[in-house]
């Protein structure tokens, strides 16, 4: 654990050597002469650490005279955040892997046409830094399960699951493949589903949404520091925020079975309670889990469920809009369908960067929707089952290798910082070499 | 040969993420509260990057409003420039580097006096992601001998050695231990003796000096281009160069034999002056080396002098100067018995310095020469021999955990930029997997 | 002319002077010790220049070392957006200048305390650059009519009109004195009214609304290019925005009478058609003027028709709101009963910030509107006399020498740029000493 | 004197305001296309304001997003700094202050060609802000004597001496007209004559030299805090200094006499050996002059033996250099013939510098020192009148308005900073409108 957690086996090294090598090759070009005419203003490739450091969100670079540059202003982002770590994700192999990253769109020129990885011939040498990074590391839980765990997007600006490489690998390898997609259904299942699964050709069979006491009174209106009491009332009134999401699920044409994490503070009525809502409201199986306690033999159950789920063969799966919708079409349909918006507001700068994309052949890329996960509005304190909201979108995102468009529907940090008390402060290395304060 | 140009066994990237953990938690200090008073304007801490980003020397970070911080002006160096390489490579073990990078100084409060990683509790952390690459890296030569790979710190800002892990390691391993200590004896050399050697106790039993008739005749006048042809006037007239070189390792109690790496275009006469007079004039043994064309073969003659050399017991290795001599005492040592000049001419700021490193307790660490490698003097255009001239100090540095105190004798880049036409752009993957392109 | 243009009787520059003087001290106060405990990041004032110069807008301060101080961000606006223009044209002396400048707020501490001018010290020699710019300046027209020109206060952040010596003094002076209150009556008027007038214990006795033949058809939906055209339909459309500024100003007490500058494109149905529903409708008189083309002459039935209303001595002026109303309560209302808007909505942060002024003892000042002159709503394409509509309040700021709180309403700018041809391109002095091009 | 040292006749304001609106016009041009392709980093027209603020030495500007323009490294200098100061004091009239105006060198394209004002058109409008500043202020002493207070050209990176255009009136309108020249003779003098007089055709017809007894005991080698006691000695060893500048104005062919300022510290043995060596030495009258304390009479014999000079016709003036002496040729003069060095040492850059100024037809400008006014060297600790040092010049400018290329030979300050209790603080105006605490 130690080591997936540390460097593991260098894979976001990797990217983060891929990135900045764009970024310096960016800078580069503009300083011997800038054939291609980039505009410094225009420049929307920033550089990336694999480290929680608020001192460089925001920079400006090239200081110090003309040797060093023309000055601009850029930031780092983490690197999970990178377009790299999502064209690492999405791509088939080593040869669309090259293809992704030299469709990259660093800059614009003063004529806002794109300036690509490609045209600064880039892309090579980037994969050649990810040519070891993109095979899928294998690794088992403690009870021995294989695992693949390769590549992480992040969850808000990408589409937050792993490797296609890694899921067709455990494909051919394994009976089943669960994958892990990050945040709430509505953001995570959404993303892999539209983007993933759309690009990769995947088929899922049944999905799991994972659920839990606490999270569903929260959604009942009940304060963090009273989720440990019982309450019936308030976890009848927060469960339609689960029905929500197995409709949700269900729209993309994929059966489903609900997962109810247990908490030691949970009690057998609210358990009961969900099951026959679940049961009887939303047509869906709850099934406890246990295996934070019990191991595999805590979840037995769960996976019979979902086995029996897949070879039920009832999945008819497909994305909730076309690929030929217009970008601001999907997102409404994102917004409509998903969240139950009744419409969205699209700044002007964000309405006209979308004409501006489709003008520039992107029109027929997935967009990825970047949403607080507490809600299914853009509004964090917007519990339960909201209707009759509008989305905001206040800006928009080309990520051309990726292959999507970001929509951002609030403030997104891409790059994290530290807390008062920084974990790293306790973390030391014993004099047998283990390392301790880590968790 | 490819893996080890890349990412290799990550140590460089381990570096890079100890170092940047610990800017990180500097300007979070300083972000929750500055308990220990760290003057913003004084850290002397930068950011790392194992990239060639000129856009990145000299930045202003913190920028973007209160929640990122506190603007200052701040500069990425190379990985190899980071303080925590020389660490690094100079650490006994795991408690030694822990205890060296506690030590290092990041910044100086208002009143000047140092802040350590150690006060910002960051030791433990930053020793956790060297844990692995601390242990050396054995890789073999195309005919198989064993080699360790381990460490890079920058010859210039630095001392220029693999580690002393690496080293130690290697002497209970194997009969005779090879290190190279890079640029020119006067450097190289001079800091393996004075720092390497000293601090980790080590005794060489012999020294090889390469050099090459091009060199010579470089350093006899001739201009680059003129190099092919054979020249015995230049070559006489340079070889002064080697026959300094020689005396000066000898100054430190270690025996020398010179290998002549050998190139096409050198002629037979030429090298018969070499042999000539480095046995009539210098008292050396100088051997004709063709290793580039005939592999192990082409050095046996070198490595049986070497033997005879290390089994003669004439060695009796000591550095050139005392711990117990002054900063200053100890930079005019090297100045006049190495680099032959008559003086030095410290700046009144780097003379402040020196005087309040040793206020503070560091008067007793060796110096390290950040010179340039073209001339025993601070002028590269001054070949040969020189005498009679004076060592500028403009700058010095307290590099406290690597145990050295550096003194900048001239310009020095610790991030260069790429060229014009940037090897990354010839780069790329072919398609059974193979990098073409990186030499 | 050109003198009024150009530097004037120089008090333009005084304040620049005076305001840069303040930005001086608190860097330098920041340099010497920071005994006041400045948190950089909440330096609140700004610097200014008397020059569009949008490269100054954004800047980041105090770079190239330790000598130069705490480096951070900064920017300047232009010198009429300088709170010392506000507190000098609001001030009733040079000893209530001074008091009110000793008030400005600079800074806050790390605690969100303010830091004011006064607790740097700044206040006296502030005054001194200003003692001379203090006394009104009498010009005349060019018919020979007297009139102040003095002082200038952005019509936004500030409120937009002359100072209160110079109305006193032309009070005392002459037996009429005209106002001029910049942008349309909902923000002019209202500005003139709320915080001048209340602040200075004025009391007008009439109120003068100008309108246009061109304006209101715009009102009505007319596009700029064809506001030529005779269109009685748009100005019967457009007209209802004229009511609605008559209505509003006599809700301050004040009768009024409209002042209809005549345009070469008007026509006689469209006079006529303003001077019946004015008449039949909202009870006014409109007045034709033709000043701009007979000089006095044309203007004289207006003149007549203000001495009239004034000596009618119908006035009963009062503020629209009172002190004692809280900060938010001020700006609900003139939101509602000037604007018209159902609401307001104010961000999280600027909520925040007008109970933190409140608990800092600031909640006794009026509220200084910035928002669109286009439209009584913040959306300057919401023509007519629009209701309904909600007024967002994105950000307030504390002016406390000036004795205001602005609350803005969508963006302004306090730094104008230069456009594609700048006027000084086509300016140069004759060889008589005239400066030709001005105009 | 209040008055001339605040806003006077606002000639500084102006001169700011002509400076920074180039400054504006520069960026703006960039922000608009680049016509004239300069190069960003290549931008030498700094900004200025009259106000002593570290804070600004350095800044980056242009920060924000792109409607900012083009970030860049950038600064200000206090007023008199300016370029515009010095064209504006060596100016024969507005039509030749405009044509100096456009000749100013405002930055480099990336092939380093130069990029003037009047390719911007700016010199216009620039001349438009100077129309009335230009006109000399006249002002009378406290006994009634008129003077001239008109520009105020920094005395290192400018001439230091007042308007060509006040010298000419004064030279009209009275009998004898003196001139301050700033700092020592070897500063002041020299650049009054090789600069002011060269350029505007005058001849002076004498020169008083001012000495005082501190002075002179401080160049033989007396501290600061003994200087109140008499000391023969010293005073016998540091006149060496008064002589060698008597030399150097006799060496320009103008007759001299020395004017001794009075202290009441002096003793008359003092001011007899003074007068002793100056008449049997030097050759050369030393007159005591007591107007501090006497006002016109105290300096009447000077007076007397000034316009006997003057009117003795001995004066025979010329400059210590022709115009066609290459620039690195007019440097080594100065340096040989008035500070008595025996070399000057020019940077690499700065010799490239010059040579590339000749090149682009800036060939036959006199130059302009910035030395420290401490000694005749670049060594400020180098007392009384020393010989056998070399000059350094570390780097030069073109100031093409002005006139004259800058050799800068040490540091030099173009913004100063605020002491730690900056005379701001104790000024204020009192009850009667008196400024007090101004001096």
């Not at 030299?102 to 045209?119: D, F, L, M, N, S």
């Not at 009942?220 to 989720?227: C, E, H, I, M, R």
């Not at 079409?329 to 917004?335: Q, V």
Request: charged letters at 20%; hydrophobic letters at 45%; a negative charge.
């Amino acid at each position: 654990m130690e080591a997936i957690n540390l460097h593991f086996t260098g894979d976001f090294h990797a990217i983060t050597s891929a990135h900045n090598l764009l970024a310096a090759l960016v800078d580069n070009h503009v300083y011997w002469g800038n054939a291609l005419g980039i505009d410094t203003r225009r420049i929307v490739w920033r550089r990336v650490l694999d480290m929680n450091d608020r001192a460089l969100r925001s920079i400006v670079n090239g200081l110090g005279g003309a040797g060093n540059g023309y000055s601009r202003e850029d930031g780092f982002d983490i690197t999970v955040a990178s377009e790299v770590m999502a064209c690492f994700c999405l791509a088939d192999d080593l040869a669309d892997l090259e293809a992704r990253l030299a469709r990259i769109v660093v800059a614009y020129t003063r004529e806002k046409k794109p300036v690509t990885a490609g045209q600064l011939n880039a892309a090579g040498a980037m994969t050649a830094l990810l040519k070891d990074a993109i095979k899928p590391n294998l690794v088992q839980t403690i009870e021995g399960s294989p695992a693949f765990i390769h590549g992480g997007p992040f969850a808000n600006i990408a589409h937050g699951c792993n490797s296609v490489i890694a899921t067709r690998a455990a494909l051919k390898l394994g009976d089943y493949v669960v994958t892990e997609a990050g945040f709430g259904a509505d953001l995570g299942a959404e993303k892999f589903f539209d983007i993933k699964c759309r690009k990769a050709g995947l088929k899922p069979a049944a999905a799991v949404i994972v659920a839990t006491v606490r999270a569903l009174k929260m959604n009942g209106g009940v304060a963090k520091a009273d989720l440990a009491r019982e309450n019936i009332d308030a976890l009848r009134a927060g469960i339609v925020n689960l029905g929500r999401h197995v409709e949700n699920v269900r729209a993309f044409g994929v059966p489903v079975v609900v997962a109810i994490n247990h908490f030691t503070t949970d009690t057998a009525a609210e358990h009961q309670l969900i099951a026959d809502i679940c049961r009887d409201e939303f047509g869906v199986e709850a099934v406890q889990c246990r295996h934070w306690a019990d191991g595999a033999a805590g979840a037995e159950e769960l996976a019979r469920k979902v086995v029996a789920l897949c070879e039920g063969g009832t999945a008819h799966f497909q994305p909730i809009y076309p690929d030929s919708l217009s970008l601001e079409g999907k997102i409404l349909s994102i917004a409509t369908r998903i969240y139950r918006a009744d419409d969205i507001a699209v700044a002007p700068k964000a309405a006209a960067d979308l004409k501006a994309f489709e003008a520039a052949g992107y029109g027929h890329l997935p967009v990825c929707m970047a949403k607080t996960q507490y809600s299914f509005s853009a509004d964090p304190t917007l519990l339960g089952a909201p209707t009759g909201h509008t989305i905001p979108v206040r800006e928009v995102r080309l990520s051309a290798g990726a292959g999507f468009v970001v929509a951002i529907c609030g403030d997104i940090m891409t790059m994290p910082g530290l807390p008062k008390l920084p974990a790293a402060e306790a973390i030391h290395v014993s004099a047998d070499g283990l390392i301790e304060g880590l968790f």
